[in-house]
């Protein structure tokens, strides 16, 4: 949609620096004074970096000062050129709506996640884990969603089989749903920030790291970040905690990223928490090492 047209139109002040790909006006659903309320310009999605995510057409009739009745004609009159030129120029979240491949896991998936002390069960309850199945795209593997404010918005796949097997496949380790096939660009948001609430968050390499030490970790599946994701941080967060996996790469992009972080005005420190125990990654902590680097990191308890 043309948000830049629309407010210019209506006289309402907007800025699209916050964050790439977004318009943002003041938000109309809480106190915000500046700009946190962001229009997507791909799709029908609003988010505030302050009270969350809310429903477009209603974010857009508080905006604008409009009744709902005309809301459907807004949208269409400010429809098209915008969104056509930049789908032309560039990869774009497309899909309005996500339906995981399956709703369970095989024998061969549970014994995956078994096999890493993870319950199959709570992963599907809390963070909507399933597995891929045995046919199509994503097969063999287990299906991690990226949500934001309760809404699937994208998914990555991470394989089930053996590194052997991997390498004799030549197939990716993780697999990502594309682009064009996600609600929001998966590069422009982060893993878990729906159980980040707090001004304090710790963010980790992986999803599977996230999901062992819980509430409070985040990750971007990788130690890279996009801009997109750095302002995303500085947004909701005023301190960071970094913990990457304990190798020497990573570390590396740990310190880059942090210096980044903290050059927009967030509290970084990097950990080396793993090290502390002798262990790798998050993925090879007990749930008492889990609850001792929760309590160290100044995290409740969960
Ligand atoms: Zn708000």
């Not at 509430?215 to 599946?221: A, H, L, T």
Request: hydrophobic share 35%; charged share 25%; net charge positive.
């Amino acid at each position: 949609m043309n948000f830049v047209k629309l407010f210019t139109d209506y006289k309402i002040d907007f800025n699209t620096r916050v964050n790439r790909g977004w318009t943002n006006v003041t938000c109309p659903f809480c106190d915000d004074k500046t700009f946190n309320g962001g229009f997507n310009d791909a799709g029908d999605y609003f988010h505030c970096w302050k009270c969350g995510g809310h429903d477009f057409k209603e974010a857009l009739t508080r905006v604008v000062n409009i009744s709902f009745n005309e809301v459907d004609i807004l949208i269409e009159q400010y429809a098209g050129r915008n969104s056509l030129l930049n789908k032309l120029n560039k990869k774009q979240a497309k899909a309005i709506q996500l339906t995981l491949p399956t709703n369970t896991f095989t024998p061969a998936e549970r014994k995956y996640l078994k096999q890493r002390n993870f319950s199959p069960k709570l992963l599907h309850e809390k963070y909507k884990i399933v597995g891929g199945g045995i046919t199509g795209a994503w097969k063999y593997r287990i299906i991690i969603p990226l949500i934001l404010d309760g809404k699937i918005v994208s998914w990555t796949g991470r394989s089930i089989l053996s590194k052997q097997k991997i390498d004799e496949l030549k197939i990716p380790r993780y697999k990502n749903l594309s682009i064009e096939q996600s609600v929001i660009d998966p590069k422009s948001i982060l893993y878990n920030l729906d159980n980040c609430m707090s001004k304090t968050a710790v963010l980790t390499e992986g999803a599977f790291d996230v999901m062992r030490l819980g509430d409070g970790f985040f990750c971007s599946f990788g130690t890279e970040l996009t801009q997109a994701q750095i302002i995303e941080i500085k947004n909701r967060f005023s301190k960071v905690f970094i913990m990457f996996d304990n190798e020497v790469e990573a570390q590396i992009k740990a310190r880059k990223f942090g210096l980044q972080i903290a050059s927009m005005g967030v509290d970084v420190e990097i950990v080396d928490a793993y090290g502390d125990f002798d262990k790798n990654d998050g993925g090879e902590l007990t749930e008492s090492e889990v609850q001792i680097i929760r309590k160290e990191l100044g995290l409740n308890a969960c």
